[in-house]
């Protein structure tokens, strides 16, 4: 799986759009850009995937780069609700038995009123 | 909903103490993986076990073992527990297939005093 790099911290104030980026400069044709998100004392949680258009679903929106190589998670009003560690990874989309999932240190997400 | 149980929230064990942690998940997956997880190092990947019996080490495996007989078991083993696997540790399942998502438990945080 290609390696991804995120900001180690971001703040954001509530209501507004917090946008998290994430570089994936080495992912391949075939691998999905996924974000998942851990609240406190949580499991991590899936949010959106996309391979290259971009992606909104009730949760988030996803926006690649044309050549792949970046993306950014857009919580379009963020509340206290969404601080959070913001994990991004790239997989191949297909899961079977070479399926690793390889999380990075991911992107932790200050809300504040 | 998929649910993905861990045996135990709390733990708390001697140096040198061999140490289960169970991970029971509900859904047929076929994949299931174990992670720990530390303060600045983000999700680290010990085994993946793409289906019964098999497994494969992650990017931290020394130290730990893992056994799973049945598909919706996975078990973690520490042989002898040291104080420096003290940690959150994590466990996901997923089914085999295309842009599936993986389902975690709530973590089981483990002290080795």
């Known amino acids: 799986d290609a390696k991804t790099t995120q900001p180690p911290s971001m703040d954001c104030a509530e209501g507004r759009a917090a946008n998290l980026p994430c570089n994936h400069s080495?992912?391949?044709?075939?691998?999905?850009v996924y974000w998942y998100r851990q609240i406190h004392s949580q499991g991590p949680q899936y949010i959106i995937h996309g391979l290259k258009n971009n992606e909104t679903n009730e949760m988030a929106s996803l926006i690649i780069t044309e050549d792949r190589k970046s993306s950014t998670l857009i919580l379009p009003h963020a509340t206290l609700r969404d601080t959070a560690v913001y994990y991004c990874i790239v997989r191949p989309a297909y899961s079977g038995n070479t399926g690793k999932l390889i999380f990075g240190q991911g992107t932790t997400l200050q809300v504040k009123p | 909903d998929v649910k993905v149980t861990q045996s135990s929230r709390y733990l708390v064990k001697r140096t040198g103490e061999k140490v289960f942690l169970e991970c029971v998940q509900d859904m047929d997956h076929e994949n299931m993986f174990w992670y720990r997880q530390d303060p600045g190092l983000g999700l680290r990947l010990i085994y993946f076990?793409?289906?019964?019996?098999?497994?494969e080490k992650g990017d931290i495996p020394e130290g730990y073992s893992v056994s799973r007989e049945k598909k919706e078991r996975f078990s973690l083993i520490l042989e002898s527990a040291s104080t420096n696997q003290t940690s959150m540790y994590l466990c996901?399942?997923?089914?085999?297939?295309?842009?599936?998502?993986?389902?975690f438990g709530q973590g089981t945080r483990l002290t080795v005093v």
């Open positions: 076990s793409y289906d019964v019996k098999m497994k």
């Open positions: 080495t992912i391949s044709g075939n691998e999905y």
């Open positions: 996901a399942s997923r089914t085999v297939g295309t842009n599936t998502e993986a389902f």
